[in-house]
């Protein structure tokens, strides 16, 4: 089976260089049309460039078909103009992927509000705004794929990136009600978590490392990820050629009745509450609630 986008219009975000780059080159290579969105500014998000125009002239030197777009993902209105304008050029859009991002690290005790608050704006916000300026698109054409890019630091913590692992925590959920809403009209939803050797990275891997983890190697899962036969609610992990998947899951808990309906209940049964031996992976925030009705139906 050939993965091809024939047909297809792609929106990638943050496109102007590392990741966002390789994404547009890759879908362009593989048939699709491609709007290279990129503001152009630093990894703070300062300043500007002309990166966006230079994906583009990669993707036409190569006989492929792009269009440059400096709006900002934290603007709505300018994410529906991009839409529009994609659309006005081909006639549609189906597949969205959200990778546009900054860093502003800092330990929590030492960031300004300011500083988290922009991160959050870019990779949360930025990506409900661009989201939003294409979902009735997908609905109305009963086709839509969207990427989500979310990171180790949102699912698992690191150090110094409070702002940035909120966002993209954030992002991960966001999927997870999307894709519920999506399903009737063939909109999947997915979230990519790579680690890669970008300029958002570049202090942080050594040479060798930051050469192992080239951004192309990342590529084979955001692509299949906004295939047509693509899966949907899945969290892929992706980094110098290998892919992983992450789950959110549900232990089957304790029910805790008369003096164990306590705190001190919870503490004696700590090790039978987060036992996870039988552990589920709800489809829905729903499952919680089903688990314990099932707990207290069995008592």
């Not at 990894?43 to 190569?62: C, F, P, Y």
């Not at 860093?103 to 989201?131: I, Q, W, Y």
């Amino acid at each position: 089976m050939s993965i091809r986008f024939d047909d297809k219009v792609a929106i990638v975000t943050g496109a102007g260089g590392g990741l966002g780059r390789q994404y547009a080159l890759e879908l362009a290579r593989r048939g699709a049309k491609v709007v290279v969105n990129d503001l152009g500014g630093d990894r703070t998000g300062q300043g500007a460039s002309d990166a966006a125009l230079k994906v583009v002239e990669e993707i036409e030197a190569a006989g492929g078909q792009a269009m440059a777009n400096g709006a900002s993902v934290t603007e709505y209105d300018q994410m529906v103009e991009m839409v529009a304008r994609a659309k006005e050029e081909w006639g549609g859009v189906h597949v969205l992927i959200n990778n546009a991002g900054v860093l502003r690290d800092k330990t929590f005790a030492k960031m300004e509000p300011a500083d988290f608050a922009f991160v959050v704006n870019v990779h949360l916000l930025g990506s409900a705004n661009a989201t939003k300026a294409c979902w009735e698109t997908f609905r109305e054409q009963n086709y839509g794929r969207i990427l989500m890019t979310a990171s180790s630091t949102g699912l698992f913590g690191n150090f110094g990136q409070a702002n940035y692992g909120a966002a993209k925590l954030g992002l991960a959920g966001l999927t997870k009600t999307l894709y519920l809403e999506g399903a009737k009209n063939n909109i999947k939803v997915n979230t990519i978590a790579p680690v890669a050797g970008t300029r958002m990275t570049e202090d942080l891997f050594p040479e060798q490392a930051f050469q192992a983890f080239a951004p192309e190697k990342v590529v084979p899962a955001a692509l299949f990820l906004v295939s047509e036969e693509a899966p949907t609610n899945q969290i892929v992990g992706a980094g110098a050629g290998v892919f992983q998947a992450s789950y959110v899951t549900l232990t089957q808990g304790k029910l805790l009745t008369g003096d164990d309906l306590s705190p001190e209940g919870v503490a004696r049964h700590w090790a039978e509450i987060t036992d996870r031996t039988g552990e589920i992976v709800p489809d829905s925030g729903a499952g919680q609630s089903m688990l314990i009705g099932a707990k207290l139906q069995g008592q």
